[in-house]
């Protein structure tokens, strides 16, 4: 069914805002067929059936491009311990942190990891996100690392929204490989990868390259496997160090690295120079009490895209507010607003390799569109954790 939004501001993120003031947009299936200003709309769309929306900014669907919404568990008491004193280092090493949802993880079904990821994303979509990047990398067994990927992948099925998945198996060592990084990455990380590859439940490859975590000799070895597959890679890099994680992940054209806090200027320059976004994940900079920023002007002078994602996991960010992202990003990492909406439109698009596919506006694109009680685009990064959604439109259809 054909409808036209009237009455509308537009903000297309097509060159900057892209803002069109008194617009229209007609929407025929699932395709937006037209935008501009009301005034220019052709005689042909006139007649469709008209809900206009008093004056409300429309934008893209948001992109949430960097989650983990697939786990079970929580870490209250491992917050408790943090603030009674213990780095995240520190309890990372003393088997809580990641591991600790690991386990819940693994005890959990598929179904009851399901409804534990589905309460999530309904908080995402409740925010304006119509497409989320959901990482496996809490099951740590090539089993579990699957079962995480197949419960992403249903979430589309489920709810009204998009979803891309990313294999993590590279993000711990689990116990029962203690000392073995090279081992976990023969016996789980690649078999599983492979295995998801051929069941189809995979878009990207991402890991985590830390002191803690995976030395970049191995993520490469990875990288490796996923550019035989025909899969892109990301990276979660430079996050409490600087490895070269991004000099490792733009050597393999990585779609992003991700994190970037202790990211140098030659991370910088190979980053600009593959053309590789830069997503920045307030919510772990600030659950983290880290006090260094991402080198947000060299990327900027670079020319480096800048994305902006939730993080949305457990340990470092149990957000699930993307304009909560936005106003952190804003007055913790001084991104303008504008950086901020492109972070979480365009720029979270091309950092999921979707680029020219979603988050902008324009004739023949998809319709997944965000309606916010708001005005200008300033607006949705500058309350902080308020919910200014009026409503969605995903492929065409209107939540309510
Ligand atoms: N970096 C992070 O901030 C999260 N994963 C990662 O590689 C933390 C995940 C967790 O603590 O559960
Ligand atoms: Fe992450």
Same mark, same amino acid.
């Given at each position: 069914?054909p ?7 537009l ?12 617009a229209?947009l ?8 037209w ?5 220019a ?10 809900r206009p929306?008093q ?6 669907g ?8 697939v786990?079970?568990g929580d870490? $209250?008491? @491992?917050? *408790? =311990?943090r ?5 995240y280092e520190?309890?990372?090493?003393a %088997? +809580?942190?990641? !591991?600790s ?5 693994r005890? $959990?079904? @598929?179904? *009851? =990891?399901?409804a ?7 908080q995402?979509?409740? %925010? +304006?996100?119509? !497409?989320i990047e ?17 419960v ?8 009204p929204v998009?979803?891309?998945?990313t ?15 090279d ?5 789980v990380?690649?078999?599983s990868?492979q295995?998801a ?7 990207a490859v991402d890991?985590f390259c830390?002191?803690?975590?995976f030395?970049p000799a191995?993520v490469?070895r ?11 890679v ?7 160090s ?13 779609l992003s ?7 140098g200027?030659?991370g910088?320059d190979?980053m600009?120079?593959?053309?590789t ?12 009490r ?5 080198p ?11 994305a ?12 699930t ?7 952190m ?9 504008l950086?901020a909406?492109?972070g ?5 698009a ?7 596919d ?9 319709a ?6 708001a005005?200008h ?12 959604l009026y409503t ?5 259809r209107?939540?309510a």
């Amino acid at each position: 069914m054909p409808i036209l939004l009237t009455d509308l501001t537009l903000a297309t993120m097509v060159e900057g805002y892209g803002l069109v003031p008194d617009a229209a947009l007609a929407i025929d299936g699932e395709i937006v067929a037209w935008a501009g200003p009301q005034s220019a709309l052709p005689a042909r769309y006139a007649a469709w059936p008209r809900r206009p929306l008093q004056g409300r900014l429309v934008t893209p669907g948001l992109i949430d491009c960097h989650t983990h919404v697939v786990f079970a568990g929580d870490r $209250a008491g @491992e917050f *408790e =311990l943090r603030l009674n004193g213990a780095s995240y280092e520190a309890v990372a090493r003393a %088997g +809580g942190g990641i !591991l600790s949802t690991v386990r819940a993880t693994r005890a $959990a079904s @598929e179904d *009851e =990891l399901l409804a534990l990821a589905l309460a999530r994303a309904d908080q995402m979509i409740a %925010g +304006g996100a119509t !497409l989320i990047e959901v990482k496996s990398g809490y099951g740590l067994t090539v089993a579990d690392e699957l079962k995480m990927l197949r419960v992403a992948r249903r979430i589309a099925v489920e709810r009204p929204v998009r979803i891309r998945t990313t294999h993590l198996a590279a993000h711990a060592v689990p116990p029962e490989f203690g000392g073995r990084a090279d081992d976990y990455i023969d016996q789980v990380a690649l078999p599983s990868l492979q295995q998801a590859a051929a069941e189809g439940v995979v878009d990207a490859v991402d890991a985590f390259c830390e002191g803690i975590a995976f030395a970049p000799a191995q993520v490469e070895r990875l990288f490796r496997a996923a550019r035989a597959l025909g899969l892109p890679v990301k990276l979660h890099a430079e996050q409490l160090s600087d490895l070269k994680g991004a000099v490792l992940a733009a050597r393999f054209d990585a779609l992003s690295a991700d994190h970037l806090e202790y990211l140098g200027a030659d991370g910088v320059d190979a980053m600009a120079r593959a053309g590789t976004v830069a997503v920045v994940l307030p919510g772990a900079f600030y659950t983290l009490r880290e006090t260094q920023a991402p080198p947000i002007d060299a990327l900027r002078a670079a020319g480096v895209p800048i994305a902006l994602a939730t993080d949305c996991n457990p340990g470092s960010s149990p957000m699930t507010s993307l304009t909560l992202a936005m106003n952190m990003a804003c007055t913790l990492f001084r991104l303008t607003p504008l950086e901020a909406l492109q972070g979480v439109t365009v720029n979270a698009a091309r950092a999921l390799g979707l680029a020219g596919d979603c988050g902008t506006i324009a004739a023949g694109r998809r319709a997944d569109l965000a309606v916010w009680n708001a005005r200008h685009p300033a607006e949705l990064g500058y309350r902080i954790g308020a919910t200014t959604l009026y409503t969605r439109m995903f492929g065409g259809r209107i939540d309510a």
